[in-house]
């Protein structure tokens, strides 16, 4: 914040001080501990100011009723126009010893005339320290705030937007609700006690969680109104076995079922579906979705697959035309380079990358799919309806996938943004893949396990490509090339890791490629066909393999620079081993001797829970600006936090009540309005 941001007095009060330092501790003289913060009440008995090489120092000689001390100040001459000798003043800082004469002295001490009401703001108390960035001065700041919570009155409303406390109108549930907002503000600012501070903020935090709450449902709200394209089928029942097509050769999970039911209602309501389908690695997203996308061209309409890589499209594409030979699908990137003629063409599903979002205009689809939400910015994910003619266009309804929920869509789904379906069941008997974080000290070692683990049950040795491997291995890089980037020149990359690893095994017969998004498309097309034919034992790669890639034979894992992937790529990319059923493992390496980043580390690799590890990101990242377009970080609470659900339930029972009571509630906490549809808060 800076001060052009203080125009008001709730701009002031919502100044939130950066700490607090006690200077509550008064003492006498003689009775002063050394190196402790106390303030000491004294009488000026004489100033003095004399100059040394680059700087002038301010020297005071200071009295009470047990002795003198001589108290110095460097650099700030206006401390001797303040200093009234004769008069009593409150001296705020630590004594220390004079390195050459051995003597107590008290430096760069806080000075405050003593009040006649003995209420001092700068001393003698526990003082809020600001920060530096403001161009109003702490001493400034602090004053005027004092003359501000000393004059708000209970309930009173007094440019705060609130109109009523929650203890006026519910039973207070918790200590929390009991305290009102101006005493909460007063003791925020100017506290008796650090406990007493922790109270003050989780009330405001409260009020800041009801806010937020309140916006979101605006927001829901908004996006209910809108029109919808088209209803898809009435009546969808879960005991309906026309929903399934039988087309599909397996039998869907319980969850799986369940999901399709809650989807296919969704696209029979007037107004638009926002749902977010949730479900780990491997429970079966994509037929869930394919499902859903047949059913809404029986009805007549287009359906889009946005997926966020060209390989994770062209996989969906095959998938699809395996399990739903009869749905019609265009494959849309920016390679195949489709002129689209929608006047003439009959319902389909456009599955592409970002191309696809580029069409959007012509498509017009009733059904908006995108697979792996978590690899979009929020901007990718509010699609350009200004390009349709219509002033007010009818709105997609809206399906939004992840294997891995981030930290920003569980707590919008703790909002209700979002209607969220969960698939818990695997639809592969998936083992856990056994992770290690393994010492630099031991690459060696580990390389040559990594051989032997993806060539003792291979097929004979052959320098010829068309000879099938049974296992296989990935190692992922976190860039393509070494960076240039201060900092991080030496983070391994996947094109000297190729070289590195190649050069250590020194074997013709181990086949290995490399893939990253800097190749050609003809080469990055020939390398994952070797790899789907397992022609290929080790793939070096980029996390250009974190979503989508399915390789049944893959069985092992080695991640470089693991501390630079969050929790939610780390699991995707450990998702791609052990697909089929086998045992599986997985490799970290990191140069990082953080302890805090080992840490992360060490719980990834005793962590299989999708879920669990999403709270762990959530409480390293936060949830992100649930209402702007940050992706990770705290937002703009100032008062809340995103990891303290315990209080969040707590807001979101309160305003229910709110609600219930149909009370003229006002927010405490204005927000910056959306300016775009609720698709741009997924």
Same mark, same amino acid.
């Given at each position: 914040?800076?001060?052009?941001?203080?125009?008001?007095?709730?701009?002031?009060?919502?100044?939130?001080?950066?700490?607090?330092?006690?200077?509550?501790?008064?003492?006498?003289?003689?009775?002063?501990?050394?190196?402790?913060?106390?303030?000491?009440?004294?009488?000026?008995?004489?100033?003095?100011?004399?100059?040394?090489?680059?700087?002038?120092?301010?020297?005071?000689?200071?009295?009470?009723?047990?002795?003198?001390?001589?108290?110095?100040?460097?650099?700030?001459?206006?401390?001797?126009?303040?200093?009234?000798?004769?008069?009593?003043?409150?001296?705020?800082?630590?004594?220390?010893?004079?390195?050459?004469?051995?003597?107590?002295?008290?430096?760069?001490?806080?000075?405050?005339?003593?009040?006649?009401?003995?209420?001092?703001?700068?001393?003698?108390?526990?003082?809020?320290?600001?920060?530096?960035?403001?161009?109003?001065?702490?001493?400034?700041?602090?004053?005027?705030?004092?003359?501000?919570?000393?004059?708000?009155?209970? +309930?009173?409303?007094?440019?705060?937007?609130?109109?009523?406390?929650?203890?006026?109108?519910?039973?207070?549930?918790?200590?929390?609700?009991?305290?009102? %907002?101006?005493?909460?503000?007063?003791?925020?600012?100017?506290?008796?006690?650090?406990?007493?501070?922790? %109270?003050?903020?989780?009330?405001?935090? $409260?009020?800041?969680?009801?806010?937020?709450?309140?916006?979101?449902?605006?927001?829901?709200?908004? =996006?209910?109104?809108?029109?919808?394209?088209?209803?898809?089928?009435?009546?969808?029942? %879960?005991?309906?076995?026309?929903?399934?097509?039988?087309?599909?050769?397996?039998? $869907?999970?319980?969850?799986?079922?369940?999901?399709?039911?809650?989807?296919?209602?969704?696209?029979?309501?007037?107004?638009?579906?926002?749902?977010?389908?949730?479900?780990?690695?491997?429970?079966?997203?994509?037929?869930?979705?394919?499902?859903?996308?047949? =059913?809404?061209?029986?009805?007549?309409?287009?359906?889009?697959?946005?997926?966020?890589?060209?390989?994770?499209?062209?996989?969906?594409?095959?998938?699809?035309?395996?399990?739903?030979?009869?749905?019609?699908?265009?494959?849309?990137?920016?390679?195949?380079?489709?002129?689209?003629?929608?006047?003439?063409?009959?319902?389909?599903?456009?599955?592409?990358?970002?191309?696809?979002?580029?069409?959007?205009?012509?498509?017009?689809?009733?059904?908006?799919?995108?697979?792996?939400?978590?690899?979009?910015?929020?901007?990718?994910?509010?699609?350009?309806?200004?390009?349709?003619?219509?002033?007010?266009?009818?709105?997609?309804?809206?399906?939004?996938?992840?294997?891995?929920?981030?930290?920003?869509?569980?707590?919008?789904? %703790?909002?209700?943004?979002?209607?969220?379906?969960?698939?818990?069941?695997?639809?592969?008997?998936?083992?856990?893949?056994?992770? +290690?974080?393994?010492?630099?000290?031991?690459?060696?070692?580990?390389?040559?396990?990594?051989?032997?683990?993806?060539?003792?049950?291979?097929?004979?040795?052959?320098?010829?490509?068309?000879?099938?491997?049974?296992?296989?291995?990935?190692?992922?890089?976190?860039?393509?090339?070494?960076?240039?980037?201060?900092?991080?020149?030496?983070?391994?990359?996947?094109?000297?890791?190729?070289?590195?690893?190649?050069?250590?095994?020194?074997?013709?017969?181990?086949?290995?490629?490399?893939?990253?998004?800097?190749?050609?498309?003809?080469?990055?097309?020939?390398?994952?066909?070797?790899?789907?034919?397992?022609?290929?034992?080790?793939?070096?790669?980029?996390?250009?393999?974190?979503?989508?890639?399915?390789?049944?034979?893959?069985?092992?894992?080695?991640?470089?620079?693991?501390?630079?992937?969050?929790?939610?790529?780390?699991?995707?990319?450990?998702?791609?081993?052990?697909?089929?059923?086998?045992?599986?493992?997985?490799?970290?390496?990191?140069?990082?001797?953080?302890?805090?980043?080992?840490?992360? $580390?060490?719980?990834?690799?005793?962590?299989?829970?999708?879920?669990?590890?999403?709270?762990?990101?959530?409480?390293?990242?936060?949830?992100?600006?649930?209402?702007?377009?940050?992706?990770?970080?705290?937002?703009?609470?100032?008062?809340?936090? +995103?990891?303290?659900?315990?209080?969040?339930?707590?807001?979101?029972?309160?305003?229910?009540?709110?609600?219930?009571?149909?009370?003229? =509630?006002?927010?405490?906490?204005?927000?910056?309005?959306?300016?775009?549809?609720?698709?741009?808060?997924?």
């Amino acid at each position: 914040m800076t001060d052009q941001n203080l125009t008001t007095v709730q701009d002031l009060l919502l100044t939130l001080p950066l700490r607090y330092e006690d200077r509550s501790n008064i003492c006498t003289i003689a009775a002063a501990p050394l190196n402790q913060p106390i303030t000491i009440l004294a009488t000026v008995k004489k100033v003095s100011q004399f100059y040394k090489p680059g700087r002038s120092i301010t020297q005071a000689t200071i009295e009470d009723d047990t002795g003198k001390l001589n108290c110095y100040w460097f650099n700030s001459p206006y401390i001797r126009t303040k200093l009234k000798i004769g008069q009593e003043f409150c001296f705020a800082g630590k004594v220390t010893l004079n390195t050459k004469t051995s003597r107590p002295v008290l430096s760069q001490p806080v000075v405050e005339a003593l009040s006649t009401d003995a209420d001092t703001i700068h001393t003698g108390r526990i003082v809020p320290l600001y920060t530096q960035t403001l161009a109003v001065k702490q001493g400034s700041l602090r004053r005027v705030l004092k003359e501000i919570v000393d004059h708000l009155a209970p +309930w009173q409303n007094f440019q705060i937007n609130q109109k009523f406390t929650l203890a006026e109108t519910l039973e207070p549930i918790t200590e929390i609700i009991s305290s009102d %907002l101006a005493q909460a503000f007063k003791t925020l600012h100017f506290p008796d006690s650090t406990e007493a501070v922790i %109270l003050a903020r989780e009330r405001l935090a $409260l009020e800041e969680l009801l806010s937020v709450i309140h916006q979101a449902t605006q927001l829901k709200n908004q =996006w209910q109104h809108q029109s919808v394209v088209a209803r898809i089928k009435p009546e969808i029942k %879960l005991t309906d076995p026309t929903i399934i097509p039988t087309s599909i050769p397996f039998t $869907l999970t319980t969850d799986q079922r369940q999901a399709v039911t809650e989807i296919l209602t969704d696209l029979n309501l007037d107004h638009p579906m926002n749902r977010l389908l949730m479900g780990d690695v491997g429970s079966g997203k994509t037929v869930v979705a394919g499902i859903a996308a047949e =059913w809404t061209i029986k009805a007549g309409q287009n359906a889009c697959l946005v997926a966020p890589t060209q390989i994770l499209a062209e996989q969906h594409l095959q998938t699809l035309q395996k399990i739903l030979p009869n749905l019609p699908i265009v494959l849309l990137t920016s390679t195949t380079r489709a002129k689209l003629k929608i006047d003439s063409l009959k319902p389909q599903l456009y599955l592409g990358t970002h191309a696809v979002l580029n069409q959007l205009h012509l498509i017009k689809p009733a059904l908006l799919i995108y697979d792996e939400q978590h690899r979009f910015g929020v901007k990718h994910r509010s699609p350009g309806w200004e390009k349709l003619p219509a002033v007010q266009p009818p709105q997609p309804h809206l399906l939004t996938m992840t294997a891995t929920p981030i930290p920003r869509s569980l707590m919008l789904s %703790l909002f209700a943004h979002l209607k969220v379906s969960t698939l818990t069941q695997s639809a592969f008997n998936k083992i856990p893949t056994q992770t +290690w974080l393994v010492p630099e000290s031991k690459r060696v070692e580990a390389l040559a396990w990594v051989k032997r683990q993806l060539t003792s049950n291979a097929a004979p040795q052959s320098t010829n490509l068309s000879v099938t491997q049974s296992e296989q291995g990935l190692v992922v890089c976190p860039f393509i090339n070494p960076s240039e980037t201060a900092g991080f020149e030496t983070i391994a990359a996947a094109t000297e890791t190729f070289t590195a690893i190649k050069a250590a095994y020194d074997d013709p017969n181990f086949q290995m490629a490399l893939l990253h998004g800097g190749q050609s498309t003809a080469v990055k097309k020939q390398v994952m066909a070797d790899l789907f034919a397992q022609k290929i034992q080790l793939l070096v790669t980029t996390p250009i393999v974190e979503v989508g890639v399915d390789l049944p034979a893959a069985k092992l894992m080695i991640i470089e620079a693991a501390e630079r992937f969050g929790l939610a790529s780390l699991h995707q990319l450990r998702g791609r081993v052990g697909r089929a059923g086998q045992a599986s493992y997985c490799l970290l390496f990191t140069q990082s001797h953080s302890p805090e980043v080992r840490a992360r $580390l060490q719980a990834f690799c005793h962590e299989h829970d999708g879920l669990k590890l999403a709270e762990l990101d959530l409480q390293r990242r936060g949830a992100g600006d649930l209402f702007g377009t940050a992706q990770h970080g705290f937002g703009e609470l100032q008062f809340a936090s +995103w990891t303290n659900l315990s209080l969040i339930q707590t807001a979101r029972l309160l305003y229910q009540n709110l609600i219930a009571k149909t009370l003229k =509630w006002q927010p405490l906490f204005s927000r910056k309005q959306a300016t775009a549809l609720p698709v741009a808060a997924n």
